[in-house]
C-alpha cells in the first residue's frame, strides 16, 4: 500500500481550505498572465502550468531547443523539456527556481502531457523518453499535485529495453541556492539572494518508490526502477524542509514574532535551525512584521536569531509531534548607519558605499556579491537614501558615484543599539560634455550564467555613473527599460534590447532588437560556430537597420584573425570576419596591457609547463597596421555587482546630449561605428587634433600633426604617463612621465594637458594613452576586482593620411609575427626572447 500522501493536506490545512481541487493546463496565447512570475520565471507559450491554492509550478513543453536559459545544461543535448521550471508559492509571484530535472532529465523527450487536468482532485503531468529515444533506456516523469499540498510528488520511472547492462545515475538537478545543505535527510536550498525568502526541499518518498542506496544503478537488461521524491516551496528553507518532513512522519510548528524595543516587529530576521547531528543550520526568516512558522519533526533543537547590526539570541526549543511551540523574542535596538547621498542640487544620487572595518572591528558581511543592496562589505544604491545596519564598531566609510565624481571618506563609531547619521554630497569633478559613458556588455540573471538580479543590474550600472547600457543578454532577446522605469533612474542610465549571442566560440553582441515575449528565448537566433554566419545574422535579424550595432566579445584573436584551424600556421582566420563587425572588445572587465609591447605572455603554472597567454591589446595594434578595420571598446562583461561588476573599464562615445534619458541608441550606434570612442577604467581622455579631427576620424596632413591632449581625473585616480602610438609604436620622444616631465603634469582635476607636436613621414593612426603607472582603481572599488587595475584611457585611432594618395596600413608587426595557436610556453618564451626584450612586462598576470 502506497503512503497516503492525501493525508499530509488534511493533517495540517484547515478544512475549509479542502474543497478546492487542483489544476494542468498547456498555456495558449491567451493565458501568458497564468505563467508563474519571479526572478527565475521561465514559461513560455506551450508550458505547463500546474496550481492548487497554495502552490503554482510550471513543466516545460517539448519545443524546440526549449531549455530555462543557455547555462542549464550545455552541448548538443543540453535541451531541457519535460522538466520542472518553476515553483512558487501562489501569488507571492517569488519563483526562485531555474531547473528541477529529474533524474537530470535532459535532451529530447517523446511526449510532454496532461495525464489529469486535477478535475479528479489530482492533476497530473507525465513526460515521456521513449526506448529508442533514450538510447535503450526508457523513462518516464510524472508530476503530480493535489490539493493544498505545498509542493510537487514527482514519481520517476526508468526501464532498460536493451539488451546489456546500463548505468542509471540516480541523482536529480536542481538549483540554483546560495546554501544548501540536509537534515533529516531532506535536501534544502536557499534563494540566491536570501532577501527573497524562498526556499526548496525534496526528499525521497519511500512509499511511492525505492530510495536509492547508491548513486549509481547498474539496470539489467528488461528491469525497471521507480522512484518518487516530494519537492516543497515555502517562504524559507526551513518552511520548506517542514512541508516535506510532514509528508514523511509526524512534525510539530514552531512559530512566533522577533520583535525590539516597543514590540516592533523586525522584518527580514534570520533564524538559524540546528537539530543534532546537523553540520549546517537551516535558515528561516521573519516576515515583514516579524513573523514566523515552521514545521519540524520531534526532537530538540537549538535556534539562533540574528540580524545584522544586532546580538544574536540563542533559545532551545523541544518539538512534539502535532502540537505548536511559541518562540517568541526581543532583539537589542540595531546599530548602523543612515545615509543620505546627495548631488550639489540636492537631488537623489545612485552611490555606492564601502564599509571598511578597522582595528578589531569584525568585516562587514553585508549579503552575497550578485545583489547590489548588500554585497560583501559594499552597498549600492538606486536612491542614496538607505540604512545599513553593521556590527558595531569603528569603520572607514567610502562612498562614490562612478569616475567622475568626487568621493567621501569618513571614519564612523558605531555604538551598540544606535544609528549613526551621515550625509554627503557628492561633486562633479570631471566635465565631459558631448560625451556619454557607456558599456556595451553587462548580465544579469536573465543570461542564466550568472544569479546577478536585473534589478542588480541597472542598480550597479547607475551606481556606477554607466549612462548609457544596451541590454545584452546571453542567448535571449531582453529589454532593461521596464526594470530602469520601476527603480527610478530613467534620468540616470538609457537602454535599448539587445543580446549577447553566445556558444562554444566567439560570442558576439547586438542591438536593437525586438523581444518576442513568451517564445523560446524570447525569439533570439542560435549560435553557429563560424562568427562569420553569426554576424550576418545579426546584422540582418527581424529585419535590415542599418543602425545596427554588432561586436566581437573577449575575442580569441589568434583564432578569428590569424589561425582559424589552430595547427599553428597563419591562415588569415576568418576571413573577412572584421568587415562584418563594428568592433572588439579590447578590454573586458580586467587587465590592461595596451602597453605591454609583445602579443603574449607564460601566465601563471596550470601545470609543469604553464600556459599561454594572448595580450588582445597588442594584437589589436598589430592587427591595425594589416588594415584590419575594427575598432576598440572597453566593457565590464559583468555577471555579478561585487567581484565582477559593472564600473571599471566603460567607453565614452560622442553625443548630442548628455542627458541619459535623451540619449538616442542610433547616435549612439552611428558614432560608435564611425570611430567616436575613447576607452577607459579612471581617466577621462581628450584628444584632437588642431582642426578638430577626433577618434576614428581620417585626415590629410603631410608631414605630421599636433595633438591636443587633456587628462582629467577625479580626486581617487591618478595618472603619471601619457605616450603617444604611432602605428602602434611607443615612440620614446612621444613619452611624457611625472618623473621626467613634471612641469607636463598637474594635481588639480586636469593632471595633463598639451599639445603635442607629431612629426610623420608615412601614413599613420594616432592613439594616445593616459596611464598611472604607479597608481591604481583600489579607493573607489575596496574589495572588488577592479582595485587592482592601474588607471588607463586611450582612444580609438586618428588615422593621418601624409602623401594625399588615401591610408595605407604599414603592415608593421612591431617586432613579433602575427600570434598563431597551438604555441607552447617554451616556444612563447623563445619567441619573446627574440622579439623585444627591453619592452615593459605586462601588467597583469591572470
Wanted: charged share 20%.
Amino acid at each position: 500500500m502506497k503512503f497516503p500522501l492525501f493525508l499530509f493536506s488534511a493533517a495540517v490545512l484547515p478544512c475549509s481550505l479542502l474543497v478546492a481541487n487542483p489544476e494542468a493546463f498547456e498555456v495558449d496565447v491567451d493565458q501568458v498572465n497564468e505563467l508563474p512570475k519571479g526572478k527565475e520565471a521561465d514559461g513560455i507559450i506551450g508550458d505547463f502550468v500546474m496550481r492548487n491554492e497554495r502552490i503554482e509550478a510550471l513543466v516545460s513543453c517539448d519545443a524546440p531547443l526549449r531549455r530555462a536559459n543557455m547555462s542549464t545544461f550545455y552541448g548538443e543535448q543540453g535541451i531541457t523539456p519535460g522538466d520542472l521550471y518553476d515553483l512558487g508559492v501562489r501569488g507571492a509571484e517569488n519563483d526562485q527556481l531555474t531547473i528541477f530535472a529529474p533524474l537530470k532529465q535532459q535532451g529530447a523527450v517523446s511526449s510532454v502531457r496532461i495525464l489529469k487536468d486535477g478535475s479528479d482532485g489530482e492533476a497530473v503531468i507525465e513526460t515521456r523518453i521513449s526506448g529508442p529515444t533514450g538510447r535503450g533506456l526508457a523513462r518516464t516523469h510524472e508530476y503530480v499535485l493535489k490539493d493544498d499540498w505545498r509542493g510537487v510528488l514527482i514519481r520517476s520511472t526508468v526501464r532498460n529495453e536493451g539488451v546489456e547492462e546500463r548505468t542509471v545515475e540516480l541523482e536529480d538537478k536542481w538549483g540554483p541556492y546560495s546554501g544548501s545543505g540536509e537534515t533529516f535527510g531532506v535536501r534544502w536550498g536557499d534563494a540566491v539572494d536570501p532577501a527573497d525568502h524562498a526556499g526548496y526541499a525534496f526528499a525521497w518518498i519511500p512509499a511511492e518508490g525505492e530510495v536509492p542506496a547508491a548513486k549509481d544503478l547498474i539496470l539489467a537488461p528488461g528491469a525497471e526502477i521507480s522512484v518518487a521524491r516530494f519537492v516543497a516551496v515555502g517562504a524559507s528553507p526551513a518552511e520548506a524542509v517542514g512541508w516535506v518532513a510532514a509528508i514523511l512522519g509526524e512534525t510539530g510548528t514552531i512559530s512566533g514574532r522577533v520583535t525590539e524595543q516597543g514590540d516592533r516587529g523586525i522584518g527580514g530576521a534570520g533564524i538559524l535551525v540546528q537539530a543534532e547531528g546537523d553540520s549546517a543550520p537551516v535558515p528561516a526568516y521573519t516576515d515583514a512584521e516579524g513573523r514566523f512558522s515552521f514545521r519540524l519533526p520531534p526532537g530538540r533543537f537549538e535556534l539562533r536569531f540574528v540580524q545584522s547590526g544586532r546580538a544574536a539570541v540563542d533559545r532551545q526549543i523541544e518539538v512534539a509531534g502535532g502540537t505548536e511551540t511559541n518562540a517568541d523574542v526581543m532583539l537589542e535596538p540595531a546599530a548602523g548607519i543612515a545615509l543620505e547621498i546627495v548631488g550639489e542640487g540636492g537631488e537623489s544620487l545612485p552611490c555606492k558605499v564601502q564599509f571598511l572595518a578597522l582595528g578589531d572591528t569584525p568585516k562587514a558581511e553585508l549579503g552575497p556579491p550578485n545583489r547590489a543592496h548588500g554585497c560583501k562589505d559594499q552597498y549600492q544604491s538606486e536612491t542614496g537614501r538607505f540604512t545599513v545596519t553593521l556590527a558595531p564598531g569603528r569603520y572607514r566609510v567610502i562612498v562614490t558615484h562612478g569616475i567622475e565624481f568626487a568621493h567621501y571618506a569618513q571614519e564612523i563609531e558605531i555604538a551598540a543599539g544606535s544609528t549613526v547619521p551621515l550625509r554627503a554630497t557628492l561633486k562633479r569633478l570631471v566635465s565631459t560634455p558631448g560625451w556619454v559613458s557607456t558599456d556595451y556588455h553587462n548580465h544579469s540573471t536573465q543570461s542564466g550564467d550568472n544569479t546577478c538580479g536585473t534589478d542588480d543590474r541597472i542598480i550597479n550600472l547607475a551606481a556606477e555613473n554607466i549612462e548609457f547600457a544596451p541590454t545584452t543578454e546571453h542567448n535571449r532577446l531582453y529589454d532593461w527599460r521596464p526594470h530602469i522605469e520601476r527603480l527610478g533612474l530613467a534620468a540616470q542610465i538609457q537602454t535599448v534590447s539587445g543580446m549577447e549571442l553566445t556558444g562554444g566560440g566567439a560570442h558576439l553582441n547586438g542591438f536593437p532588437f525586438k523581444p518576442v515575449p513568451h517564445t523560446q528565448d524570447n525569439g533570439a537566433p542560435v549560435w553557429q560556430k563560424d562568427p562569420r554566419l553569426n554576424a550576418i545574422v545579426l546584422r540582418d535579424y527581424q529585419g535590415q537597420e542599418s543602425d545596427r550595432w554588432v561586436h566581437v566579445n573577449h575575442p580569441d584573436m589568434a583564432e578569428d584573425f590569424v589561425d582559424r584551424n589552430g595547427d599553428g600556421q597563419p591562415d588569415g582566420g576568418f576571413l573577412h570576419f572584421g568587415s562584418l563587425i563594428d568592433a572588439l572588445e579590447t578590454q573586458n572587465f580586467v587587465g590592461n596591457d595596451i602597453l605591454a609591447g609583445q602579443p603574449m605572455r607564460v601566465g601563471k603554472a596550470l601545470g609543469p609547463q604553464g600556459r599561454v597567454q594572448y595580450i588582445r591589446e597588442f594584437i589589436w595594434l598589430q592587427l591595425l597596421n594589416q588594415g584590419l578595420p575594427v575598432w576598440a571598446i572597453a566593457v565590464s562583461d559583468a555577471h555579478s555587482v561585487h567581484g565582477n561588476g559593472a564600473g571599471g573599464w566603460r567607453t565614452y562615445v560622442k553625443s548630442s546630449t548628455d542627458a541619459p534619458a535623451e540619449i538616442n541608441w542610433r547616435e549612439m550606434s552611428r558614432n560608435s561605428k564611425a570611430g567616436h570612442m575613447i576607452l577607459s577604467n579612471g581617466p577621462y581622455l581628450e584628444v584632437s587634433t588642431g582642426d578638430g579631427a577626433i577618434a576614428g576620424d581620417m585626415i590629410r596632413r603631410p608631414g605630421g600633426v599636433s595633438l591636443k591632449v587633456k587628462v582629467q581625473c577625479t580626486d581617487w585616480i591618478d595618472v603619471d604617463r601619457v605616450q603617444v602610438l604611432v602605428n602602434g609604436v611607443q615612440r620614446p620622444e612621444l613619452n611624457f612621465t611625472r618623473a621626467a616631465n613634471p612641469d607636463a603634469f598637474q594635481d588639480g582635476t586636469v593632471r595633463f594637458e598639451r599639445e603635442i607636436a607629431v612629426p610623420l613621414s608615412e601614413d599613420s593612426h594616432l592613439i594616445v594613452v593616459a596611464y598611472g603607472e604607479n597608481s591604481n582603481l583600489s579607493i573607489g572599488y575596496g574589495s572588488s576586482n577592479q582595485a587592482g587595475m592601474r588607471p588607463c584611457a586611450y582612444n580609438n585611432p586618428i588615422f593621418v593620411d601624409v602623401d594625399g594618395g588615401g591610408f595605407s596600413p604599414n603592415g608593421d608587426t612591431l617586432g613579433y609575427p602575427l600570434p598563431v595557436k597551438s604555441l607552447n610556453p617554451d616556444q612563447v618564451q623563445a619567441l619573446l626572447e627574440r622579439g623585444q626584450p627591453n619592452a615593459p612586462a605586462p601588467e597583469t598576470e591572470p
